[in-house]
């Protein structure tokens, strides 16, 4: 394949604007492959440093594998959103729950996405369209910050003279207009019940979902021990969502560690390295295991930064003491030397 046949994957934004989301939704999988070594050793420097870039580009966000939870979630979801058309109130809602690095937005996102392909494959009404829509909880977030958050994503100008209630009201218009059918509300652990403004942002969720006839899925980090089930506001949270609990990988038995050898496998199939021996990070799946503590966040970034690595130090190769050299999170590293079979 020549360099003008390759189609590497465009830079994202964040998914928390109405463009980023777009980008996220409208990317195709990268069909970057490699070329070969004479046409690889006749390309000048310019042409080489942007077939790296590329890579480095292909590198840095490794294809999205259909892991047990992200095919729970996407599901779970699906079927939510079918059980809430017939809702004029107190609609279903998921909350995806875990650790970091345990795959809660890569789940709620690919929800998202998934939902969004087949929204507008059904959509036969003309006019605007957004059928996702997709926020962060800001810390120490007030309802009007999420009512503009909501309206930032949106793209619409807010006059200082909008108080929570315009802001709302605006938020609500332009999402009935748009026929959104799914709020998807990422770090909702900045959202502590215990505090007024914590309280009232829980409010302000809680009316934003009577208004919009949508599907809300949350996701955060221990959101039980951050209190969102607690007093009659946690209550009232409790009895409207389902939980699906995200977690490391196990490795105690043959299923588990077979399921492990899997993902290892499925991310070193999309590596683009020209020296790299398929199959080495199968044969390392349990030391992987061991470094990252079963977290698939963490063995996504160690296999992604080893191969941009392997790229800049020219051995185009992933070995063990090129893994050994990267380092990872803190918490995958405070777990190296403890996670035992489990």
């Given at each position: 394949?020549?360099?003008?046949?390759?189609?590497?994957?465009?830079?994202?934004?964040?998914?928390t604007t109405r463009a980023g989301w777009a980008a996220f939704v409208d990317q195709p999988p990268s069909s970057l492959d490699l070329l070969g070594d004479d046409e690889?050793?006749?390309?000048?420097?310019?042409?080489?440093?942007?077939?790296?870039?590329?890579?480095?580009?292909?590198?840095?966000?490794?294809?999205?594998?259909?892991?047990?939870?992200?095919?729970?979630?996407?599901?779970?979801?699906?079927?939510?959103?079918?059980?809430?058309?017939?809702?004029?109130?107190?609609?279903?809602?998921?909350?995806?729950n875990g650790a970091g690095e345990t795959g809660k937005t890569t789940a709620i996102s690919q929800l998202g996405k998934h939902h969004e392909h087949l929204a507008r494959?059904?959509?036969?009404?003309?006019?605007?369209?957004?059928?996702?829509?997709?926020?962060?909880?800001?810390?120490?977030?007030?309802?009007?910050?999420?009512?503009?958050?909501?309206?930032?994503?949106?793209?619409?100008?807010?006059?200082?003279?909008?108080?929570?209630?315009?802001?709302?009201?605006?938020?609500?218009?332009?999402?009935?207009?748009?026929?959104?059918?799914?709020?998807?509300?990422?770090?909702?652990?900045?959202?502590?019940?215990?505090?007024?403004?914590?309280?009232?942002?829980?409010?302000?969720?809680?009316?934003?979902?009577?208004?919009?006839?949508?599907?809300?899925?949350?996701?955060?980090?221990?959101?039980?021990?951050?209190?969102?089930?607690?007093?009659?506001?946690?209550?009232?949270?409790?009895?409207?969502?389902?939980?699906?609990?995200?977690?490391?990988?196990?490795?105690?038995?043959?299923?588990?560690?077979?399921?492990?050898?899997?993902?290892?496998?499925?991310?070193?199939?999309?590596?683009?390295?020209?020296?790299?021996?398929?199959?080495?990070?199968?044969?390392?799946?349990?030391?992987?295991?061991?470094?990252?503590?079963?977290?698939?966040?963490?063995?996504?970034?160690?296999?992604?930064?080893?191969?941009?690595?392997?790229?800049?130090?020219?051995?185009?190769?992933?070995?063990?003491?090129?893994?050994?050299?990267?380092?990872?999170?803190?918490?995958?590293?405070?777990?190296?030397?403890?996670?035992?079979?489990?």
């Amino acid at each position: 394949m020549t360099m003008a046949q390759q189609t590497p994957p465009l830079p994202l934004g964040t998914l928390t604007t109405r463009a980023g989301w777009a980008a996220f939704v409208d990317q195709p999988p990268s069909s970057l492959d490699l070329l070969g070594d004479d046409e690889r050793k006749h390309l000048t420097d310019a042409e080489r440093d942007t077939y790296d870039q590329a890579r480095h580009l292909h590198h840095s966000r490794l294809a999205v594998v259909a892991t047990p939870t992200v095919n729970k979630v996407t599901k779970l979801g699906r079927r939510l959103m079918l059980l809430n058309r017939g809702q004029l109130s107190a609609r279903r809602g998921l909350i995806v729950n875990g650790a970091g690095e345990t795959g809660k937005t890569t789940a709620i996102s690919q929800l998202g996405k998934h939902h969004e392909h087949l929204a507008r494959r059904r959509r036969v009404a003309p006019g605007p369209f957004l059928p996702v829509v997709y926020v962060s909880v800001p810390p120490a977030s007030t309802a009007k910050m999420l009512a503009a958050e909501i309206a930032r994503f949106l793209d619409l100008p807010l006059p200082k003279s909008f108080n929570q209630v315009a802001i709302t009201n605006a938020v609500c218009e332009v999402l009935h207009t748009m026929s959104t059918e799914l709020v998807l509300v990422d770090e909702i652990h900045n959202l502590s019940l215990s505090t007024r403004p914590g309280a009232e942002t829980s409010d302000q969720l809680k009316y934003l979902s009577e208004r919009i006839p949508a599907t809300f899925v949350y996701a955060g980090i221990d959101v039980e021990g951050a209190g969102l089930f607690s007093g009659l506001r946690g209550q009232q949270i409790a009895s409207r969502f389902t939980v699906v609990a995200t977690q490391s990988f196990a490795y105690g038995t043959s299923r588990q560690r077979a399921e492990w050898a899997a993902l290892v496998a499925t991310l070193e199939q999309v590596l683009r390295l020209h020296r790299h021996e398929p199959g080495t990070l199968l044969r390392h799946a349990e030391y992987l295991y061991r470094r990252t503590g079963g977290m698939i966040g963490s063995l996504s970034a160690l296999i992604r930064d080893a191969a941009i690595e392997a790229i800049i130090d020219g051995s185009e190769r992933i070995t063990l003491d090129l893994l050994e050299a990267v380092e990872l999170d803190r918490t995958a590293e405070n777990q190296r030397s403890t996670t035992s079979k489990r």
